[in-house]
């Protein structure tokens, strides 16, 4: 069994240089470059979804109390900040670990909300069905990243 040591935000990571590294030390110029092409890649949903919500956001009330969310015109403008600034986040690697986090628990929970693909017809089943994975896609990607962090390009990054 590995020994493990609390380090970064109170994450426990194997102490272990091969693994416990992935915060950034010990990884090349490519594989921190990888990370933060991921972590863009990650973040333009939320800054997507999250722009696209404050520029309509009665259009996005809607939308969602028609999902049953309550109080949902309230919520709004909640939801679409939480988006970008965790999208904003997931961008720079401040504390993109806490974002990866609650992004991924926004994920799980609303992904079947909005995308009950078992209650849909066969003419939008293919397309809810996709929906739905998708989400549990970047569900992994946020996983990964709360656990292993940023990587070295970003605000914050710890040198060993």
Do not use: C
């Not at 992935?22 to 949903?45: D, E, P, Y």
């Not at 293919?126 to 940023?150: E, N, T």
């Amino acid at each position: 069994m590995m020994p493990v040591s609390k380090v970064g935000h109170g994450l426990i990571e194997p102490s272990t240089p091969a693994v416990g590294s992935l915060g950034g030390g010990h990884l090349n110029a490519l594989q921190n470059a990888a990370l933060f092409v991921a972590r863009l890649g990650m973040a333009s949903l939320f800054l997507f979804s999250g722009a696209e919500k404050l520029t309509s956001l009665h259009g996005a009330a809607q939308w969602a109390g028609s999902h049953g969310v309550p109080f949902a015109a309230e919520l709004m403008p909640l939801a679409a900040l939480f988006e970008v600034a965790a999208g904003l986040m997931l961008v720079t690697g401040w504390r993109a670990r806490e974002a990866a986090a609650a992004l991924a628990a926004w994920i799980f929970v609303l992904g079947p909300a909005f995308h009950q693909f078992w209650n849909v017809g066969p003419e939008g089943w293919q397309v809810s069905v996709d929906d739905f994975f998708h989400h549990y896609v970047m569900f992994g990607g946020m996983i990964y990243l709360a656990v292993f962090g940023p990587g070295a390009w970003s605000l914050g990054a710890r040198n060993p």
